[in-house]
């Protein structure tokens, strides 16, 4: 099976995917991770140096690598599922799970890792929260057609595993 963590910048998707991984004894991917192993350049600096519409072109080459990858727990990057046909990909290739967290926790969380996403890198208080809610309520059509929506806020990382796994449960 191959396991889709979507969801906002800085919502988790990274440790709950690692957990979660570790949980069912899948491999785990973190497609940001990779993109930077694989192509030698971290993030903040490829959105410097070649901008944000070669980032998803390539982003969606990451996501097309992992077609073929079986027990594999994948979290994606906070734009992955919003561009291109990358949600109905993921949806027919797996399963895909939206961690939902409220504008306010993802604002606290952002403040305090800004530097590594070049899209709020600059923004902090009032202009962070505004920006964040602009652009989750458009991100919002993608993430809502995930298989699964699993509400985060103020849950501990056994818990929001936890439900994960009843989930995958209850499917078979
Ligand atoms: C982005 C989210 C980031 C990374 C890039 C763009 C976005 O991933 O892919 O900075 O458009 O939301 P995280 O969600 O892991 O921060």
Known sequence: MRIFLIGYMGSGKSTVGKKLSDQLGYNFVDTDQRFEELYKISIPDFFAKYGEELFRKMERNILLELKDS???????????????????????????????????????RLTFARKKRPLVTD??????????????????????????????????????????????????
């Open 70 to 108: 079986e027990d594999i727990v994948i979290s994606t990057g906070g734009g992955t599922s919003c561009y291109s046909d990358n949600m109905e990909h993921m949806k027919s290739s797996g399963l895909t799970i939206f961690l939902s967290m409220s504008v306010d926790n993802l604002a606290t």
């Open 123 to 172: 923004l902090k208080g009032r202009k962070l929260v505004e920006y964040i809610e602009n652009q989750l309520s458009n991100r919002l059509l993608y993430y809502c057609n995930a298989d699964y929506t699993i509400d985060i806020n103020d849950k501990k990382l056994e818990t929001i595993t936890l439900s994960i796994l009843q989930y995958l449960k209850q499917l078979r």
